[in-house]
């Protein structure tokens, strides 16, 4: 099945600092999503973005299908940004299952 | 729309115990799908429903797992008998096309 790795695996910041993750995919995929699990174990839609760049306040994402990669960029962090950030992609036609990556854990200080 | 709605939030039984997960996915959504977190094995998905109909249940561990949707809006996972091994969070999820979105979860104790 398709592998989807996530770097780094932890990363502590300093609040407004900026961060950039990386999710590499092994095969073509039809669907990603960025998703952030606060520390309450809730899991928040950040992005569908199967191709393209798109923006959310501080928030924004860019996948490169062609190179089986996508980014999610984090600037002037917060504490509330704290938690594990994860990657979910389909490779299927259609809407079927998401795979997960491991996730990035990261925490920022005040 | 109140978004997907899980129950019970968390859930401590014995082994050997039945034990029933509930969603209620987000309205309009035709798919629905049960995932299990864990640390050892992170998010993987049990099975998945479009229409009421379940499409791929291929994730779902064993025999003891069972999940059903009698309706679009109300899907339950039945584990019978439950195994300390089965201490999680599960997840249920619906969608449309697209974009899947996820419930609270219920995290589970067996012991």
């Known amino acids: 099945g398709i592998q989807v790795e996530q770097s780094p695996p932890d990363l502590i910041l300093q609040e407004g600092a900026n961060s950039t993750l990386r999710c590499n995919f092994s095969d073509s995929v039809n669907n990603l999503q960025w998703f952030h699990q606060n520390p309450w174990g809730q899991l928040i839609n950040l992005f569908y973005i199967p191709s393209g760049t798109k923006q959310n306040g501080r928030l924004s994402a860019t996948t490169v299908a062609t190179e089986r990669y996508s980014l999610l960029y984090i600037s002037s962090s917060q504490t509330t940004d704290s938690g594990v950030y994860f990657c979910?992609?389909?490779?299927?036609?259609?809407?079927?299952?998401?795979?997960f990556g491991t996730g990035t854990r990261l925490l920022v200080s005040p | 729309d109140a978004g997907v709605i899980q129950s019970p939030r968390h859930e401590v039984t014995e082994m050997g115990q039945e034990v029933t997960l509930r969603c209620k996915p987000i309205s309009g959504h035709d798919y629905l799908f049960w995932y299990r977190q864990t640390m050892m094995r992170g998010l993987e998905l049990l099975i998945y429903f479009n229409n009421n109909v379940p499409i791929d249940d291929s994730g779902m561990p064993e025999d003891r797992f069972s999940a059903k949707m009698p309706n679009a809006s109300f899907s339950t996972l039945k584990i019978q008998p439950s195994e300390p091994r089965d201490s999680a969070v599960y997840f249920c999820?619906?969608?449309?096309?697209?974009?899947?979105?996820f419930g609270q979860g219920t995290r589970l104790t067996v012991v």
């Open positions: 999820a619906s969608g449309a096309n697209t974009e899947a979105f």
């Open positions: 979910a992609v389909d490779m299927n036609t259609g809407f079927q299952k998401l795979v």
